[in-house]
């Protein structure tokens, strides 16, 4: 946001601020620890509305759910605003100091009136209306998301259509107010911070800043391309054109994570080596040409990782790892050697502190420090400074400090994976409390809440159907086939179905990978499906 | 939310066995007790919930108030006058450690044998144990009709344990019915409300909706109610077989903070681990991430670190590979 | 809230019972059965929805009533209607002995086999009964039952009983004067026993001022009430203001009569100084004390003078709402008043704009479930607000933190009607009555072994002596044993000590105490020892097991004093007693609030003053039978 790439809230904010909305989010479910802090804000009073198309356990503790149809987030938050403009409960005073191109935002927006919101979205004018006033009005009032908002084909412009929001009615840079992105994987915030981005270096820092490059360059002693690199969409895109033949994957599971399963298992196939470092068998591993036996990093290994809300903290080994299983670091060193540069055998907090020494906002953050005060939230550029509870208060500066925040019109376009009467249902993926991911972990532990995979739809969908509970179904997309019985959940209404991918059901065979150009991230939330009713002697060949 | 900033409080002055001690306002008697290192007894007590002051061994004596008032939850006032040693100090305290030590099961209970020392208790001054209540009796057991003593031997909430899903056990015959579990479940951390009080007097017990099962309960399996339970009545599974098995060995055992793997909130876990085996996971109190509280995937889901795949771990998985035997062409 | 349901579902039966008292859903999403179209797009839950609780004790009686008992498909709809997670709606019914959760027969007969019934007989009764009617205990099946109770508050008319006949047209009617014929003919099917207030013993006497309406004016009439000079107390009150209202009940000294004996003028102060807002005004009528029926009667036969006092408090200490909470084994008095804040709503007595004069105000009636612990104040909201009725600790005071946390006026029955003379006749003038420390008249419940068992009305400073000779004194050829006074929570006078001024300060005298106002006589022929365990016995039914003094106390004093009785010790008799004394102790110093403070308070006093048990010697010591 504005810059670097975080949440700009802590997690104590959300415990006072006046109103909470999560946006695409069942934090209860898939960030429980959060909601516990949401929880406290809602014993203190705070309102909380969720914007989720499934009345999820989160949405149940809401005082209002909006029930949005899948991908219409950026109708709905455009309505908004213009329902916050027509009853002139924008923060003027903000908007003509902080903010730029407000009057290009406010012309984009005039279009979302209630009603068209309510045709696009499906929540009835009443419930965004509601919303709208509710949070303009709010003294304090926080936005948080997840994956919700951000595996569509328009992702990066359904969270800029929710950062509109905060900027047009002063909500960031405040205590209790901001907009935040709920990390859905533990370092994902940490790997962004490291630069693990395509153009970015340590501390978001860009390879397109000379200066920055140049301060890299001399302390690794190589060259570093001003080019922004590939995401990952990208090098399947470059797998399929043969320009990208070799992969390194470490602790990443594609085959079982990607979007259209079918492509990515051929591409993956194609390729000339890959070596997959892990601590298991994934389903990628074994494709690979070699597998690295990794340590577990969180508790066979020392290190950082950097959580939501933007605190450094640390790792700590407990344990050996088992038989050869090594260090991720010393597996890189180890490799590094044999690429023909000796990096010796660094410790975690050798590599940490020639992180502080090239990225200003870690700067602060010593070993001594993290330990002491149970990690710190960047920025922290030196060892007096506290870190940051929130970010941006520099808008409120007067003048503003540096850049001004810019408001950028976003419009709405319908999922690409469109409903028709061949594919009539909207199939929507995301994850349960007790599973993470793609199973590699948490199917290792006896969970009393796991039940097998599923898809979930609605009873109205199953009387439609004539299903009934458990009844294995075929299930269909553009793409392919997949088998699974049906679980009836009132939380889903008719053309919505719900799956996830924790299990052995291999769900993105059915999802459609196109991506979003800005961040390349698939569109997993939306995936037109066909529900067939199957007969008892055609299981034996549900073996898709 | 404790004590607000010190740095903004007004000091409160009070005076606890005739010492003088500034504390900030809102503090409660128990803190300024722990602020002189005046050793006080608690069972329902901790940091991180609500007090309930239920179970009263912490009581003081404070001048002015007919009854004895229990430090946990009392917020100090200037000028107050506290004994924490006296006679009726004492009696209760005695009192109260005896009468839970005869009617339950406070083995694993920490510092309570030292305690009952220390106030000479003797619980088997009521005589000995009552049978154990059949499975089910107890939680049948109907508000203002209770089955009359004799008084020959002592009544117990001593009862099987209840074993309904692979996570955790419920041993309610080590139950002090400390209400942790309920607000840990609750209103002060995970609000899952899956256990309440039921029923009432001495037949008070812990249970879900009808006593169902857990697995048919609202149950997460958070394991925040294990966390606080001070009396081993709630146990992890693997604890509680390796006790059973006789291999627990908290003098083997070694633990060390570290992240969760999991989702991206950042949660502080506690692992103890061993012979070099996670044993259990928990999360330290003073944390404002977690509080002390986790959720199923952190408390439980640690297991595939322990289950690794042979082939993997021997790097055999798709031919040889040791990395110290490989030679990678360097580039070129 | 995420809450979670076994897979029970109510009946339609007990759907209708739940919804007839909390109205239609305003959402399908609460009801369990959304429907497709009109809701699936949005939803209200949240604060809102959260704020019902206090709604799930009617919800729950709803059901019992209609049904009977508590089914867990019942008790899931419930709770998806108030949004309470069922686990705790469990915890709080379970509390309850009125509530069952297993099939129970819809005709249940409840005999008291408390001390009041006990002095005159009930065991006799209650042994014939286990002969024929069945043991008494809860259990599954038939058409009817009998359970034994804890004191009804009928005590003037012993043995007792309550008559409870689920189903859609509930019906309820107090016993009085129980044989086990009666208890054949109810449990077969028989009604309508005929229990009608009949006037009090001292009819007629012009010096009656709480007691003046009893028997006399028509309980059913508002009219009739202002005949006989209701509600010129409130006029008056509304033309001294809320100022004027405080400054007489401050000069009226006028002690709560609920046992605390706190100034309530001082109570109504500090609430109306809170600037916190709303303020509430409930009325403790969960008269369950032992021996006490002094606020049932009131209630029976002059309701509105307790709706005019309660109005004037709201006009005093600027109370936004009013809540009486009864006792659910108050079925008459329950119905009276209900019928009563009707007819006061229909008059404009309640209301928005209370008598043309702009005050709103009204008031709710609540009913218990059968918890003595529920008339401790701070039980009592727990109970009120949908929780467990476990006390809390004090501080906070109700008058901070009250009813919702809110600042709260909590008085009595008694307390209250007392208000509408000392507005309309001044505080000095009531302070006139009675002696220095306790000012006005005073409710006494005489019952046990005396001829005219009742509620009698005299001023402070009559002697006991002379409240017992009122009524009657103890029957021809018999004499006084012991005098039980302030009911289970009170202690025991001697005969030698019936000239003890019936004060605040007489009592204390005598390591006595008022307490709700009980006099309860025992002549020779009671076995006192036998009152002794039963007062365990009850203590050890009625604590709330919330804290350690009481929950294992009350268990541990019921079984020391079962050996005592049974001459079976564990020690010597001195190793006994002193451990006997060790347990009230704790629970008289560590124990949340009054009831276990006071659980020990009438054994210790029968031990000191009575000679009891004397002759236990230790079990081993005993020449074998």
């Known amino acids: 946001m504005f810059g670097a790439g975080g949440g700009t809230n802590s997690y104590e904010e959300v415990e006072h601020t006046d109103l909470i909305v999560l946006w695409g989010s069942n934090a209860r479910e898939t960030h429980p620890i959060f909601f516990h802090h949401v929880l406290k804000g809602i014993h203190n009073g705070a309102k909380l509305y969720v914007i989720d198309p499934r009345r999820t356990a989160s949405a149940q503790w809401a005082d209002g759910w909006l029930g949005v149809n899948v991908g219409s987030d950026i109708a709905l938050a455009n309505a908004i605003a213009r329902e916050i403009l027509v009853d002139g409960l924008e923060n003027r005073t903000f908007i003509d100091r902080a903010t730029l191109n407000f009057e290009e935002y406010r012309k984009s927006v005039e279009r979302y009136t209630l009603d068209y919101a309510q045709e696009i979205t499906g929540v009835p004018a009443a419930a965004i209306r509601e919303l709208a006033h509710a949070y303009a009005r709010a003294d304090r009032a926080m936005i948080c998301w997840t994956l919700g908002i951000t595996e569509h084909h328009n992702a990066v412009d359904s969270v800029v259509g929710i950062i509109n929001l905060a900027l047009l009615t002063g909500k960031v840079g405040r205590y209790g107010c901001g907009v935040n992105p709920l990390r859905g994987q533990n370092n994902v915030q940490g790997g962004g911070d490291m630069g693990a981005i395509p153009d970015r270096l340590a501390g978001f820092q860009s390879t397109a800043d000379a200066a920055a490059r140049e301060k890299f360059e001399k302390a690794w002693n190589c060259t570093i391309s001003p080019e922004r690199g590939k995401r990952l969409n990208e090098m399947f895109d470059a797998m399929e054109e043969g320009e990208l033949t070799a992969l390194y994957c470490i602790g990443e599971n594609p085959v079982v994570s990607e979007a259209d399963r079918h492509r990515a298992v051929r591409l993956l196939e194609g390729l000339e080596h890959m070596v997959v470092q892990d601590i298991s068998l994934t389903q990628t591993a074994r494709l690979a040409s070699v597998v690295l036996p990794a340590a577990a990093g969180w508790v066979e290994s020392d290190g950082t990782v950097t959580n939501s809300e933007r605190r450094v903290q640390r790792v700590r080994k407990v344990i050996e790892p088992p038989g050869n299983a090594r260090d991720d670091m010393w597996i890189v060193a180890q490799i590094a050697k044999r690429l023909g540069r000796d990096w010796g055998s660094p410790t975690a907090q050798d590599v940490w502190d020639e992180v502080r020494s090239l990225s200003p906002m870690h700067a602060g953050m010593s070993y001594e ?60 993926t995301g994850r349960r409390l007790d599973s993470y991911n793609s199973g590699v972990a948490t199917g290792e532990y006896s969970s009393p809440l796991r039940r097998v995979e599923a898809l979930e739809i609605s009873p109205e969908e199953a009387a439609r159907h004539g299903l009934s509970e458990g009844e294995i179904v075929a299930v269909s997309s553009r793409r392919g086939k997949v088998f699974v019985p049906v679980h009836i959940d009132r939380a889903l209404r008719e053309g919505l179905a719900f799956m996830t991918f924790h299990f052995d059901v291999p769900t993105n065979v059915l999802t459609l990978d196109t991506v979003d150009p800005k961040s390349g991230t698939a569109e997993f939330k939306a995936t037109a499906i066909r529900i067939d009713k199957i007969g008892a002697g055609s299981l034996a060949a549900a073996g898709d | 939310m404790s004590v607000s900033d010190p740095g903004f409080a007004r000091q409160v002055t009070l005076q606890i066995d005739e010492r003088s001690i500034d504390v900030p306002e809102g503090s409660t008697i128990l803190e300024a007790c722990r602020a002189l290192a005046v050793d006080t007894p608690t069972l329902c007590y901790l940091e991180n919930l609500t007090p309930v002051n239920a179970c009263r061994v912490c009581v003081v004596e404070l001048e002015g108030s007919r009854t004895l008032v229990p430090a946990c939850s009392r917020k100090v006032e200037g000028g107050m006058k506290i004994k924490t040693d006296s006679e009726r100090v004492r009696t209760s305290r005695k009192m109260v450690l005896e009468f839970l030590g005869s009617s339950v099961d406070v083995s694993l209970v920490s510092d309570f044998s030292r305690q009952m020392q220390r106030y000479g208790s003797n619980p088997k001054r009521y005589g000995d144990a009552a049978k154990p209540a059949l499975a089910g009796t107890r939680d049948g057991a109907v508000a203002g ?9 002592a009544s117990t909430v001593a009862q099987p344990v209840k074993i309904d899903n692979e996570l955790y056990v419920r041993d309610y015959s080590k139950c002090i019915l400390c209400y942790k579990c309920v607000e840990a479940c609750g209103t002060d951390a995970q609000n899952t409300f899956a256990i309440a009080v039921a029923g009432r007097g001495f037949d008070a017990r812990i249970s879900t909706e009808f006593a169902v099962e857990l697995p048919d309960s609202a149950c997460v399996y958070c394991g925040n109610c294990i966390g606080v339970c001070p009396t081993g009545a709630l146990m992890f599974s693997s604890e509680y077989e390796m006790r059973d098995a006789g291999t627990w060995d908290e003098n083997k055992q070694v633990s060390a903070d570290t992240i969760c793997s999991y989702c991206g909130v950042g949660c502080t876990l506690t692992v103890h681990a061993q012979d070099n085996k996670i044993v259990k996971v928990t999360s330290p109190a003073d944390q404002d991430v977690t509080h002390g509280h986790l959720c199923i995937k952190g408390r439980f889901g640690w297991q595939f670190v322990q289950q690794r795949d042979p082939s993997v771990l021997d790097g055999l998985a798709n031919g040889p590979v040791v990395l110290d035997d490989v030679e990678v062409p360097a580039p070129a | 809230m995420d809450l979670h349901y076994t897979q029970a579902t109510e009946t339609p039966h007990e759907r209708a019972a739940v919804d007839a008292v909390l109205g239609p859903a305003d959402s399908t999403w609460s009801t369990g059965d959304r429907r497709a179209e009109t809701e699936s797009h949005s939803a209200h839950a949240g604060h809102a929805a959260r704020s019902q609780r206090d709604r799930l004790l009617p919800a729950l009686h709803a059901v019992a009533r209609r049904i009977g008992w508590i089914s867990e498909g019942a008790l899931n709809y419930i709770s998806r209607r108030l949004t309470i997670p069922p686990a705790e709606a469990y915890g709080v019914a379970s509390f309850y002995a009125l509530f069952a959760f297993e099939p129970r027969p819809k005709t249940v007969v409840h005999v008291c086999e408390d001390l009041a019934c006990k002095a005159v007989g009930s065991d006799a009764l209650i042994a014939e009964l286990e002969r024929t009617a069945g043991p008494g205990e809860p259990q599954c099946g038939g058409a009817s039952m009998w359970l034994r109770s804890p004191c009804l508050g009928l005590c003037e008319r012993a043995p007792a009983g309550l008559l409870t006949v689920a189903g859609d047209e509930p019906h309820d009617e107090p016993l009085e004067f129980v044989t086990a014929l009666r208890v054949a003919a109810a449990l077969e099917g028989k009604r309508d026993f005929g229990f009608a207030p009949t006037q009090p013993p001292q009819h007629g006497d012009p010096s009656l001022r709480l007691l003046r309406r009893v028997g006399t004016v028509d309980p059913a009439s508002l009219d009739a009430y202002r005949a006989a000079g209701g509600f010129r107390a409130l006029r008056r009150a509304f033309d001294i203001g809320a100022l004027g209202v405080l400054r007489e009940m401050t000069a009226s000294k006028l002690m709560g009569r609920g046992g605390a004996a706190f100034p309530t003028g001082r109570k109504w102060e500090a609430v109306a100084r809170e600037p916190e807002r709303p303020h509430f005004i409930v009325c403790n009528a ?33 109370c936004d709402f009013g809540y009486i909470y009864i006792r659910g084994e108050y079925p008459l008095a329950t119905r009276r008043i209900e019928h009563a804040l009707e007819a006061a709503r229909a008059h404009g007595m309640l209301g928005d704009d209370i008598m043309g004069r702009g005050l709103r105000f009204d008031i709710e009636l609540r009913r218990g479930a059968g918890a003595y612990i529920c008339g401790e104040e701070t039980s009592l909201f727990n109970s009120l607000e949908g929780y467990r009725g476990e006390p809390r600790n004090k501080p906070p005071f109700p008058v901070q933190k009250g009813l919702f946390r809110k600042p709260t006026i909590v008085n009595n029955v008694e307390t209250l009607i007392n208000v509408p003379d000392i507005v309309l006749h001044g505080g000095d003038a009531y302070a006139a009555i009675g002696v220095a420390d306790s000012t006005g008249t005073k409710l006494f419940c005489v019952c046990g072994n005396v001829a005219k068992p009742g509620v009698y009305e005299v001023a402070f400073g009559a002697t006991l002596r002379e409240l017992i000779e009122l009524a009657g004194g103890v029957a021809a050829g018999h004499r006084v044993q012991a005098v039980l006074l302030g009911g289970a929570a009170g202690a025991f006078a001697t005969p030698d000590e019936l000239d003890a001024p019936l004060t605040f300060a007489g009592m204390r005298a005598i390591k006595a105490t008022l307490g709700s106002g009980v006099i309860m006589v025992f002549d020779e022929t009671v076995d006192l020892e036998a009152m002794l365990v039963r007062i365990a016995a009850f203590f050890r039914d009625e604590s709330c097991g919330q804290c350690v003094p009481c929950r294992v106390g009350t268990v541990r004093q019921q079984e020391l004093l079962a050996r005592l009785a049974a001459r079976r010790l564990h020690g010597s008799p001195d190793e006994e007693r002193s451990l006997l004394a060790e347990i009230g102790q704790v629970m008289r110093d560590a124990s949340i609030c009054g009831l276990g403070q006071t659980a020990s308070s009438a054994v210790e006093s029968a031990l000191a003053k009575l000679n009891l048990f004397s002759s236990a010697v230790p079990v081993d010591e005993r020449t074998p039978v």
Not at chain 1, 384 to 403: K, M, S, T
Not at chain 3, 299 to 318: G, K, N, R, V
């Open chain 2, 145 to 153: 009709h209770h089955h009359a003593s004799d008084g020959q031997t």
């Open chain 3, 286 to 318: 969960d008269e369950s004390e032992p021996g006490t029926f002094k606020d049932r009667i009131i209630m029976e036969s002059d309701p509105f003078a307790l709706i005019e006092a309660m109005t004037i408090a709201a006009l005093a200490a600027t």
């Open chain 1, 369 to 428: 420090r993290l330990e002491q005060l149970n990690g710190l939230r960047w920025p922290c550029p030196d060892e007096n400074d506290p870190g940051a509870l929130f970010l941006h208060g520099r808008l409120w500066a007067d003048p503003v400090e540096g850049p001004k925040a810019p408001f950028h019109a976003v419009e709405y376009s319908a999922p690409l994976d469109a409903v028709d009467a061949q594919f009539p249902l909207l199939l929507t």
